[in-house]
Each structure stands twice: as structure tokens, then as C-alpha cells.
């Protein structure tokens, strides 16, 4: 029984060692070296924006269609149709506040890119 306890103690002991050092550095906010940043691109973070809210704007269309889909024809899903229908109203307001940030964001960059 000592003995179990002993070689737990000893592989807890060792695996800690083995942790504490890397633990110590990722956390050390001080560098030696001096990093550069680069300034941001803000046209193109905003094009990138842009194409999100594009692609979120297709996806909340598409979510508008599955519900239509489901209105029209709501006896086709049985029992599930409701965890259908609440399923797809979730995702479509998900979509709808994922467009609308990513617009507010481009235009937040558009702004940044003017003031440059």
C-alpha cells in the first residue's frame, strides 16, 4: 500500500516539474525581444467583413426558406416539427445578429480606413 502510494506521488511530483516551466513562461508578459506590430489593414478587414455579413445574409434567406417550407407543409415533420421550427428561428436570428455585426464592423473599419 506505501509503496502505490509512494510511486503516485512520485509520477505527481515528476509530471509537475515537467508543467511548472512552461506554465512560468506563457505567462511572463515581459519579452526581451521587442515585437513589431503591423498596422492594420482596415480596407481589407473591412472587405472581410463585408463578405461575412454577405454570406450570413445568404444563410438567414436560406433559413427564411426552410420556415416558409415548414409553414406551408408543417404535417410533413410529425412530431418533430416543432424542435424544426424552433431549431431554424434560432439559427435564423443567430444569422441575422452575425450579418448585422459584421456590417457594423466593416463599417467601424470603412471609418478607420477614411481617418488614416
Known sequence: MKTKIFFTSLVILIFLAFIAPVHA???NPVDTKVKTIASPNH???AEYYENEA???SLKVEEQ???????????YYYGREGQDFQAHHEALLDKYEKAAERN???AAAHRKMAKKR
Open 25 to 27: 513562461e506563457s505567462q
Open 43 to 45: 480596407n481589407k478587414l
Open 54 to 56: 454577405k454570406e450570413m
Open 64 to 74: 427564411k426558406k426552410l420556415l416558409h417550407e415548414y409553414d406551408i407543409h408543417s
Open 103 to 105: 456590417s457594423e464592423m
